[in-house]
């Protein structure tokens, strides 16, 4: 499986929150610790929602945890 088309600033943003842990923002969206994991190392691609509550979860646009790179998509 390839580099997903969707990389994510959580790790800084996870820091810039208190040193937040993948625990903490995995218990504020409702997911396990291991989403956070592969979504971070950009292995899996959140759902619009996921993506929507972590961003709301840093009070940022979805544009500032997010970003997609047409290039990376195997479409």
Known sequence: ?????ISNNIRKLRFLHG??????LADKVGV????????????????LELAFRIAFVFDAPLEDVFS???KNDPI
């Open 19 to 24: 040193e937040m842990t993948q625990q903490d």
């Open 32 to 47: 396990t610790r291991q989403t956070i994991i592969a979504i971070e190392k950009e292995r899996y691609a959140p759902s």
């Open 1 to 5: 499986m390839g580099k997903s088309a």
């Open 68 to 70: 997609y790179d047409a």
